[in-house]
């Protein structure tokens, strides 16, 4: 009971066509539908409900909110006692404040990211149904993504003044929504300080994640594919259509995860990811990466930080 998965991502994006054309193309995502305030919405060919990315026009990239799904509909009544007792305001959203969604329990995690969570959501189907299907679509476009798999958001990490959000917030999602913890980097003169956190509700490795940065903003949503030649097959679409790559295909220590990193065209850092990792489980030990081996947690080959990764982002 409470949250099964991830929903959706609401981006602001600064030119729709050629955010459209990245999430169709590169991804292979289809447009579901479109609103009357201009607010795009796609799924991937794996994906039954309506959408599960909102592109919203602006003049700054970023995210607007991330919304995750709940079981039933009694689960948000029961979440909202939840998070209010714990000291978070939060707002009810009715149905039809985004099309084809149920109503919504609306409210900020301590590092001030919006999160909604709603528990009825259009079904549509998969493209390759559900009777008798073939293991895929006969239209995949592009890397061919199969669903929006988690998402990574930066949260104010400041060890003079003593804020720490990524704590706030690890603290919040495993007391309130009842994440479980599956991997964590920890810092500081008594190694004790979390600087990043994996966290999940399914058995994946993570279904979100926070990492220590000097802003709160969108580090990047990361989209499954099957295997690691998917993700090099995605790194030549990405060549093929000038898409700006940041990590080239390589393997992260941190959820054994496969891995290539670029960009959309208003700057949102995208990730495709293969490998399910391990089999994520509530008893299973907590990985910790210590501060001297963080490089090797992020990208195991190098095991070198490379500053961008960690200083660009929406
Ligand atoms: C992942 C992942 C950072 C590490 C990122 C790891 C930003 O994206 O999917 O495991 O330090
Ligand atoms: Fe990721």
Redesign the pocket.
């Given at each position: 009971m409470g949250i099964s998965r991830i929903g959706h991502v609401n981006l602001r994006v600064m030119d729709m066509a050629a955010a459209l054309k990245h999430y169709e193309k590169v991804l292979g995502m289809k447009k579901t539908m479109e609103d009357k305030h201009g607010n795009v919405y796609l799924k991937c060919w794996d994906e039954w409900d309506k959408y599960s990315l909102m592109l919203s026009p602006s003049d700054q990239a970023g995210m607007n909110h991330v919304a995750y799904k709940v079981e039933n509909d009694a689960n948000l009544d029961d979440l909202q006692k939840k998070i209010e007792a714990y000291g978070i305001t939060t707002t009810s959203l009715p149905e039809g404040t985004l099309p084809s969604t149920g109503r919504m329990l609306q409210f900020n995690l301590p590092s001030g990211h919006e999160m909604r969570l709603y528990a009825m959501k259009e079904y549509v189907g998969t493209e390759v149904g559900s009777t008798n299907p073939d293991p895929w679509p006969d239209n995949i476009t592009g890397a061919g993504a199969h669903w929006l798999d988690?998402c990574?958001l930066m949260c104010e990490l400041n060890p003079e003044t003593g804020i720490n959000k990524v704590a706030e917030n690890t603290k919040f999602v495993m007391e309130v929504l009842d994440f479980f913890l599956t991997e964590q980097?920890l810092v500081g003169p008594d190694g004790d300080m979390q600087a990043?956190t994996?966290l999940a509700r399914t058995t994946t490795?993570?279904d979100i994640?926070f990492?220590g940065g000097p802003r709160m903003g969108l580090?990047?949503i990361?989209y499954f594919l099957d295997s690691w030649h998917d993700i090099l097959k995605s790194a030549d679409v990405m060549a093929k259509t000038k898409t700006r790559i940041d990590v080239t295909p390589t393997r992260?220590g941190?959820?054994r995860?496969e891995?290539i990193?670029f960009f959309d065209p208003s700057g949102n850092r995208n990730?495709t990811?293969a490998g399910l990792g391990y089999l994520a489980q509530r008893d299973r030990p907590v990985t910790t990466w210590t501060e001297e081996h963080m490089g090797s947690?992020?990208f195991y080959h190098t095991g070198e930080m490379v500053p961008s990764?960690?200083e660009v982002y929406t």
């Open positions: 988690h990574l980097v990043a994996w490795p993570h994640a990492v580090h990047h990361a992260h941190i959820t995860g891995t990193y990730e990811f947690g992020i990764f960690t």
